[in-house]
């Protein structure tokens, strides 16, 4: 991690410490208030993901391949403990809790795909508040997709995607873009070995990742697991034909092999023909690797810099994935409601509400620690 910031024994730390007793302190207060009776496998899996799939997907970069895989432990810690709390203030509020101890988990996810694209530029201490207010944010943001935009629990989970790729591009906009020759924004073929070691693990659970909050368990892990495997071949197709000497790039392979998965998942317990996720696993496997050759270049236009393709492992195929969600919603009840009109608008705008809350969050906080903390 970058080392201009306070001294690290006087200061992250510290911090540490206080946000644990903040947290003890305040489960005291709310204890037995969520359910504590959840299905350990689900809890189990969502685990894997973040711990060793996030863990050495996050550790593409020679200089922070290793401290980044350690770090991501602590960002996943204070992470589920923080959702925890959300969890028990959600209950608190409306005696409804949004998704469990399971959920807690996934909610996480969104911080570290935010860290992924920041990876490399932020110091821990940077990190850890980012994690305490990205949390509360996203939660807050769900509970408004749920209560007055409509949303499901599964498919206002779905957005943690949208949510970690555009909080952690707003906040990246905000740091200086490291040289293309710089060692921050270099691999090596043993990092790149490791990113993808993560990968096949994210791969591999991603399935669990889709039911976890699906009506229909089964339906949602067959088709997950069909656009998977369906976006993973076409990766190796769209990379050997954009490359110049036609020869495939880790880079692509690493990023649209998730793509399927990620846009699957809106839907995922509601397609029927298998087919249909097909199709979906391979058109986001096309926009995550046509995306990341045409749209790489107008980041550094925007000030973002993207470290680890978040943008077009996550976002891209998170918004395809919602607005597919729409077609198949309006499909599945045009024959029901003689008019559909303001369900599409409920279901686009927590589409754009979370795109919006993400971006502006993630500009606000980084520019309101920025003289404090953000900027050393």
């Not at 490399?120 to 209560?147: D, H």
């Not at 067959?222 to 076409?234: D, E, G, K, R, W």
């Not at 927590?350 to 971006?359: D, G, M, N, P, R």
Request: charged share 10%.
């Amino acid at each position: 991690m970058p080392s201009t910031y306070p001294s690290f024994r006087h200061s992250v730390p510290w911090l540490i410490l206080l946000l644990e007793a903040v947290f003890i302190v305040l489960s005291y207060f709310l204890d037995s208030i969520v359910d504590a009776h959840f299905p350990y496998p689900d809890l189990q899996d969502v685990s894997h993901m973040l711990i060793f799939g996030f863990g050495f997907f996050l550790t593409f970069l020679k200089r922070y391949s290793f401290s980044s895989t350690g770090f991501s432990l602590l960002i996943v810690i204070l992470g589920v403990q923080c959702s925890i709390l959300m969890e028990h203030v959600s209950v608190l509020l409306t005696e409804i809790s949004l998704s469990g101890i399971p959920g807690a988990a996934m909610s996480t996810v969104a911080v570290v795909i935010s860290i992924g694209a920041v990876l490399g530029k932020m110091n821990p201490m940077q990190s850890i508040v980012m994690v305490v207010v990205e949390i509360v944010v996203f939660y807050v943001s769900r509970w408004i997709n749920i209560y007055l935009l409509q949303a499901s629990s599964h498919v206002s989970m779905m957005h943690v995607h949208l949510f970690g790729a555009y909080f952690g591009l707003a906040v990246s906009s905000r740091f200086s873009e490291p040289s293309p020759r710089s060692e921050k924004n270099a691999s090596t073929p043993r990092s790149d070995l490791l990113s993808m070691l993560g990968t096949l693990f994210l791969w591999v659970f991603w399935p669990s990742f889709n039911s976890v909050l699906a009506v229909e368990k089964d339906r949602a892990i067959f088709n997950t697991c069909l656009a998977l495997a369906v976006s993973a071949v076409a990766a190796f197709a769209f990379s050997g034909l954009i490359t110049k000497d036609g020869k495939f790039r880790m880079t692509h392979i690493r990023r649209a092999a998730l793509a399927g998965g990620v846009t699957i998942g809106f839907a995922a317990d509601s397609i029927k023909h298998p087919w249909i996720a097909m199709i979906l696993g391979l058109l986001a496997s096309a926009i995550s690797v046509l995306g990341s050759f045409c749209l790489q270049s107008c980041l550094p236009t925007l000030r973002t810099h993207d470290a680890s393709g978040v943008h077009f492992t996550f976002g891209l195929p998170a918004v395809f994935g919602a607005l597919a969600e729409v077609v198949f919603f309006v499909m599945d009840i045009q024959t029901k409601l003689p008019s559909i009109g303001n369900e599409v608008l409920l279901s686009i705008g927590a589409l754009c509400f979370t795109i919006s809350v993400a971006l502006i969050t993630g500009l606000i906080t980084v520019s309101s620690f920025g003289c404090w903390i953000l900027n050393g």
